[in-house]
């Protein structure tokens, strides 16, 4: 957008001024406020046709706000600089092209609380604050502080580091004291359009004329930019009005959140900081367990790998052993009987015999050589890692081994039963069958013991369980907080839209 003098005459339009009217009208006249007052000062300026650049002077008490001004004014000042300001006094630059109103405002630490209220006030119609320090006080905290809150509060902001005629160079070299000056304000988080150094009375380092300058150049910048000023002090001022209005919902999520929390955040976006930093705890904690688990289910994966092994390599069937079993194939091949009477019933006694023969055998060998070791290996893991367990005693009833009869005969495949060669396959078989039905229990054993491991694990998730308990106060008291200053935001941003919708006005 242009700056021709014909955009600045019409800059205040009849719909700018409706629309103003429709915010003023908004606020109800009868609340007890001086936001209103504050508002038509903030926009008094702007209905005319050549708005002035109004510039606060502020600053501590004798910083020397008065000297300065009379100086950048050639004593203009109707009070003079000596006595103490009481009142806000406004003297116009000279020779600018545009309108600059300098005002002169009483110490920011005022002891009279009525000269703080009117600086307090002054600085709504300010488009620009100029915070006066003195040479040997800059890094005051009431500076530092007050730097921080213009830049929170989006207020353009110029520091001016004044009396610098006290500077002895033999005392610190110049640059050096600008270099830590300046890194103060920055590491203090404070953003300022520009600094100078300056002083009334001669010295080598003041930067008054060059002060001059600035304020003429400033008085030439487009309206629609100094204009977002307006708006941002409007938009201060409205929200003052709206969290008057939500004042007990304010006080209640303020006062649960100091309980919760200890501490009330500056803004919305400090609020989130602090969730997203116990977010990160809850996380961490949370990749903690996942860990823990992890390295649970690994142990017992290898564990049961080291169990599996035992029951492979367990030795069931010595040679004698797996002979009885070929035997009693044997019995069972087309073409075997015993005796002449009764040969069938003889035959079948004698099969029964061999099978008798052979499973009491197998149950003697599989006992002693695997279920034995197993039970024991199985008991020793739980026995080592007992804070898993209820109880103390290791529960291992599930762990049995059932070798019968029938199991064994069972695994006979009557298909193959066409020679003796299918003995040995017979004996593998059942082999294989024992250790099967051991692996499967060992696993059963493992799982319900593995679920217990997990559930006592997966209570640990939060340190300690009262940790956990005021984390989930905080966060809700603190999400409760950020609700009620994001629908205060919203009904600032709705209200500042009546007036001047942003894109409307503000160009980039
Ligand atoms: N050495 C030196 N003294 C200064 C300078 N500017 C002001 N002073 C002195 O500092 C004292 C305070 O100056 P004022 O201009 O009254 O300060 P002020 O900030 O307006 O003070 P209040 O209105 O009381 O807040 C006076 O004695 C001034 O003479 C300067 O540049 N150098
Ligand atoms: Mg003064």
């Known amino acids: 957008m242009s700056t021709s003098p014909s955009v600045k005459e019409t800059f205040w339009s009849p719909e700018l001024e409706h629309r103003w009217n429709a915010l003023l009208n ?288 367990a030795q069931i069937t010595p040679y004698e052993t797996a002979e009885l079993g070929r035997r009693y194939i044997e019995s069972l091949l087309p073409g075997f009987h015993v005796g002449w009477f009764g040969k069938a019933e003889k035959t079948a006694q004698e099969r029964q015999t061999r099978l008798h023969e052979f499973v009491s055998q197998l149950i003697e060998h599989a006992e002693k050589n695997l279920f034995w070791p197993v039970r024991s290996a199985v008991r020793v893991f739980l026995q080592e890692h007992a804070e898993w367990l209820e109880f103390a005693d290791v529960e291992l009833d599930g762990l049995e081994m059932t070798i019968s009869e029938e199991m064994v005969a069972a695994e006979v495949k009557s298909g193959a039963l066409v020679s003796a060669e299918y003995g040995y396959q017979f004996v593998r078989d059942v082999v294989s069958a024992i250790r099967r039905q051991m692996t499967a229990r060992v696993q059963a054993v493992f799982d319900d013991f593995r679920r217990r491991a997990m559930d006592v694990e997966s209570a640990k998730a939060v340190p300690d369980e009262d940790e956990s308990v005021t984390i989930q106060a905080e966060f809700k008291a603190l999400e409760e907080w950020m609700d009620v200053h994001r629908r205060i935001e919203t009904e600032v941003e709705d209200w500042m839209n009546l007036w001047t919708p942003e894109e409307e006005v503000v160009s980039p």
């Not at 007890?32 to 046709?49: F, G, H, N, Y």
């Not at 929170?152 to 640059?175: C, M, N, S, T, Y």
């Open 26 to 313: 908004k606020i109800d006249p009868s609340a007890k406020s001086d936001v209103t007052d504050r508002l038509r000062s903030v926009i008094e300026p702007w209905q005319s046709a050549d708005p002035p650049l109004v510039i606060a002077f502020c600053g501590l008490f004798s910083a020397g706000k008065s000297s300065l001004l009379n100086a950048l004014t050639d004593g203009a000042l109707a009070t003079g600089a000596v006595p103490t300001t009481a009142t806000v006094e406004t003297v116009s630059l000279p020779d600018s092209e545009h309108p600059v109103l300098l005002m002169d405002t009483p110490g920011i630490d005022s002891t009279d609380s009525a000269h703080e209220e009117a600086t307090l006030a002054s600085l709504y119609r300010a488009d620009v604050v100029a915070l006066v320090m003195d040479y040997q006080h800059v890094e005051a905290d009431e500076h530092l502080e007050w730097a921080r809150r213009c830049t929170e509060e989006g207020q353009r902001l110029l520091l001016i580091v004044h009396q610098v005629d006290k500077h002895f160079d033999w005392e610190l070299p110049f640059a050096e004291y600008r270099d830590r000056v300046e890194n103060s304000f920055r590491e203090f988080g404070v953003s300022y359009e520009r600094i100078f150094y300056t002083s009334v009375d001669p010295s080598v380092h003041s930067e008054l004329s060059a002060l001059s300058d600035y304020l003429h150049e400033l008085a030439l910048e487009p309206l629609e930019s100094r204009f977002q000023s307006v708006r941002n002090r409007v938009r201060l001022l409205i929200r003052e009005l709206v969290r008057q209005r939500h004042e007990e919902e304010v006080t209640e999520a303020t006062e649960q959140l100091q309980t919760a929390f200890g501490v009330v955040p500056n803004d919305v976006n400090e609020a989130l900081a602090w969730l997203q930093e116990r977010q990160d705890q809850q996380s961490e904690w949370a990749a903690k367990r996942a860990e823990r688990l992890r390295n649970i289910e690994e142990l017992f994966a290898q564990q049961f790998s080291d169990v599996k092994r035992v029951v492979e390599l």
